[in-house]
Nanobody
Framework: QVHLVESGGRSVPPGASLKLSCVVSGGTFTDYVMGWVRQAPGKARELVASIIWSGDNTFVKRFLRERFTISRDNDKNMVYLQMNGLEREETAVYYC??????????????????WGQGTQVTVSS
């Protein structure tokens, strides 16, 4: 059983930066593609970013690419989401998710099998 725990979410003013972290236990971390998915109030979940098992290929949602970065540390079983210039509309619960799949290219279309409980990010002045 794979277990994911997110951390780093909090309330910040517009324009602030946050770095979310997710630690993964169970399984072999390098067997998994990792993703960050968010769900804003009243909206569907959306993929924010993903990263393949080696970290050599990443995907970030089109309009976020200049502000968001995904990375992973395979020695620590960790995945991160660096978010800069946060906007009010980005208030959401951010989830870490994974699937056992050694993808060569990161991107949408992954059916994630395991999810964390989420961490709340609130962007408000």
């Amino acid at each position: 059983q794979v277990h994911l725990v997110e951390s780093g979410g909090r309330s910040v003013p517009p324009g602030a930066s946050l770095k979310l972290s997710c630690v993964v236990s169970g399984g072999t971390f390098t067997d998994y593609v990792m993703g960050w998915v968010r769900q804003a109030p009243g909206k569907a979940r959306e993929l924010v970013a993903s990263i393949i098992w080696s970290g050599d290929n990443t995907f970030v949602k089109r309009f976020l690419r200049e502000r968001f970065t995904i990375s992973r540390d395979n020695d620590k079983n960790m995945v991160y989401l660096q978010m800069n210039g946060l906007e009010r509309e980005e208030t959401a619960v951010y989830y870490c998710a994974t699937e056992r799949y050694k993808a060569l290219v990161a991107g949408p279309g992954v059916d994630y099998d395991y999810w964390g409980q989420g961490t709340q990010v609130t962007v408000s002045s």
